[in-house]
């Protein structure tokens, strides 16, 4: 009884490292499959939001401030995603206090 367990146990560590490889898969391929145009990938708000950590609310003053550049269809707004990343560095500041 204790093999039997044992072969269970090992087919089923073996199907979740297929499922975890055929996940990897779908998720590199939803990657290469974003929206894009002219070798630029254009973000959503969701996204951006997501990734800087902020609220969508945020974006929409960081957009009518003047702050971050956007493409709105209808009521669709799209960012590209080297504004979001020039957004990001232009908020970097040098360290003014360095160990010696």
Do not use: H, P
């Not at 550049?69 to 020039?86: A, N, P, V």
Request: glycine share 8%.
């Amino acid at each position: 009884m204790n093999r039997t367990f044992m072969t269970n146990n090992e087919w089923a560590v073996g199907f979740m490292k297929e499922l975890d490889s055929m996940l990897n898969g779908i998720e590199s391929m939803n990657e290469k499959s974003k929206a894009s145009f002219g070798n630029e990938r254009f973000l959503t708000d969701k996204e951006v939001s997501a990734w800087l950590k902020v609220s969508r609310r945020t974006l929409q003053d960081y957009r009518n401030n003047g702050m971050v550049s956007y493409y709105q269809l209808g009521s669709k707004i799209l960012y590209k995603e080297s504004d979001i990343e020039k957004l990001v560095m232009g908020g970097y500041r040098n360290a003014y206090r360095l160990e010696t």
